[in-house]
Nanobody
Framework: QVQLVESGGGLVQAGDSLRLSCAAS????????MAWFRQVPGKEREFVSA????????NYANSVKGRFTISRDNAKNTVFLQMNRLKPEDTAVYYC???????????????????WGQGTQVTVSS
């Protein structure tokens, strides 16, 4: 069974940093692009960042560019999201996602991902 488990969320103040991790199990994701999305109640799930299977191609939403950094460790089947200079508007549930085997392009489209984690809450106070 495929599982994506996020960790690292929490309550921080504006300007602080957090590092999210997503551990994948059940199959190797080294051939799949992976991504982070976020969602607040009443709004659609929003793209944050995605990374190709090799790690060479990366996309960011404009709202996080320059503050967030995505990375992956294929040997550990894990993807990370380093979030710096956090703002109150970054408050959301953050979800890890993975594409199907062989789909290495880091799309920002929700429908491009087949596997999702349960999410981790990030709250940034002003």
């Amino acid at each position: 069974q495929v599982q994506l488990v996020e960790s690292g969320g929490g309550l921080v103040q504006a300007g602080d940093s957090l590092r999210l991790s997503c551990a994948a199990s059940g199959r190797p994701f080294s051939s799949s692009a992976m991504a982070w999305f976020r969602q607040v109640p009443g709004k659609e799930r929003e793209f944050v960042s995605a990374i190709s299977n090799s790690g060479r191609n990366i996309n960011y939403a404009n709202s996080v560019k320059g503050r967030f950094t995505i990375s992956r460790d294929n040997a550990k089947n894990t993807v990370f999201l380093q979030m710096n200079r956090l703002k109150p508007e970054d408050t959301a549930v953050y979800y890890c996602a993975a594409r199907s085997v062989g789909l290495g392009y880091p799309t920002g489209v929700v429908g491009g991902y087949d596997y999702w984690g349960q999410g981790t809450q990030v709250t940034v106070s002003s």
